[in-house]
């Protein structure tokens, strides 16, 4: 079991680590030398700039990887996708409040990056995203490619201050014979587009604007059912008892699991939430190391458990995949009643209330509508109301799935 988590745990922190048929589509690449080359290339729905593709020449060709020793521009499909070669100066600054420099001017240095084209004509403009970094640059006709500046820093007083370097920078380039309004102009995608489509209409030159095929969110409805096999370890502080019992079950279960895919990375991440229906009842031996009788340990255990997280899809075709999952559960408990005979004749009975949280890993396939998984739920203490008592409740579920619509 500790191998199943730790396995899970890699992959969703590290998905890069499996591979699965990401799509090839039609494309081109430019090499050093001028040539362009028609290919397929590996569309990864880049949420940030690449620093390499994967391409085909033939759809039954071998995979090659290309990368920005090789290859000066690449694109995908009819005026989505388009990325240059590009060597800039550029400015690394942090925007991140806790992250701010105190100097005002930019500090550039000489990169080498593939900038995405979101306009090409007279006036040309670009962007670079890397986690937590933006930044737009632009050129005029056949001018070196600069960066748009905008830096947050904080002056002399310790407050945060901005520099929007950037609208003069627009004002001064983007002249059109009468100056235009930039006070307000933001550092964002949208706005500084129609500045730079507004400039070339009124030159009257000739433009294209690449738009990305944006993929749509999607929302997913699915029954779970399912059988659990459970361990309740239960530990009662001062009576000098414990009582461990291992494999419970097959408990019966049932969900019903809404599941959100997101609109970036070709929709292989989604947000799940999958309210179930569980029940746990079981009467055993009390285990009592120091007492010459034993006695017993009755468990009646139900309640709405709300599974919430993020899951990671690698897909094999448009039918199949394999998903993995992290979850946090917030348990809430409808009856919680434990009882166990102490001595002979007298029984103490403990009812738990209180909500409860804890994880749960998953790793599953899905073919067409249907789905299996196996899922492991870490300790939940299903007695957290009591100091003195501790009933940690644990482990793994195989879950059978059926999309209502898909």
Request: glycine share 4%; charged share 25%.
């Amino acid at each position: 079991m500790k191998n199943l988590i730790f396995l899970l745990f890699s992959f969703l922190v590290f998905p890069n680590s499996l591979s699965a048929q990401a799509e090839f589509e039609t494309g081109y690449i430019i090499v050093n030398d001028g040539a362009k080359i028609n290919c397929l290339i590996k569309n990864l729905d880049w949420l940030h700039n690449p620093d390499k593709i994967e391409y085909k020449l033939e759809a039954t060709s071998a995979v090659k990887e290309g990368d920005l020793n090789t290859i000066a521009e690449f694109g995908i499909g009819d005026k989505n996708v388009r990325f240059v070669r590009a060597k800039v100066e550029m400015d690394r600054s942090s925007n991140l409040a806790k992250k701010l420099e105190t100097t005002q001017q930019p500090i550039f240095k000489e990169e080498t990056l593939f900038l995405k084209v979101i306009i090409d004509g007279k006036a040309s403009l670009y962007d670079y995203t890397e986690k937590e970094l933006t930044r737009y640059f632009f050129k005029i006709d056949d001018s070196a490619i600069e960066q748009l500046v905008y830096k947050r820093f904080l002056n002399k007083d310790n407050l945060v201050s901005v520099n929007n370097q950037f609208r003069q920078q627009i004002l001064v380039s983007l002249n059109c014979g009468t100056p235009s309004m930039v006070d307000k102009l933001t550092y964002h995608r949208k706005p500084l587009l129609l500045r730079f489509i507004k400039y070339n209409e009124c030159h009257q030159s000739n433009f294209v604007e690449y738009k990305r095929i944006k993929k749509k969110a999607e929302l997913k409805l699915a029954i779970k059912p399912g059988i659990s096999f459970r361990n309740l370890k239960t530990e009662f502080s001062g009576t000098g008892s414990e009582f461990v019992e291992e494999d419970k079950g097959p408990d019966f279960r049932i969900g019903v699991t809404l599941e959100y895919f997101l609109a970036f990375n070709n929709r292989k991440w989604s947000v799940i939430a999958e309210p179930t229906f569980q029940s746990y009842k079981n009467e055993s031996v009390l285990i009592r190391p120091f007492s010459i009788s034993d006695g017993y340990l009755s468990v009646d255990y139900t309640s709405i458990e709300l599974p919430i997280g993020i899951k990671y899809n690698v897909f094999f075709g448009k039918k199949s995949n394999l998903f993995l999952q992290c979850l946090l559960a917030i348990d809430i408990p409808i009856q919680t009643m434990l009882e166990y005979e102490r001595v002979p004749g007298f029984v103490n009975s403990f009812e738990n209330n209180r909500i409860s949280f804890n994880p749960e890993l998953g790793i599953g396939y899905v073919f067409n509508r249907i789905s299996a998984e196996v899922r492991y739920t870490m300790n939940r203490d299903i007695l957290s109301e009591f100091v003195d008592r501790v009933a940690l409740y644990n482990g793994f579920s195989v879950i059978l799935g059926y999309y209502i619509f898909n």
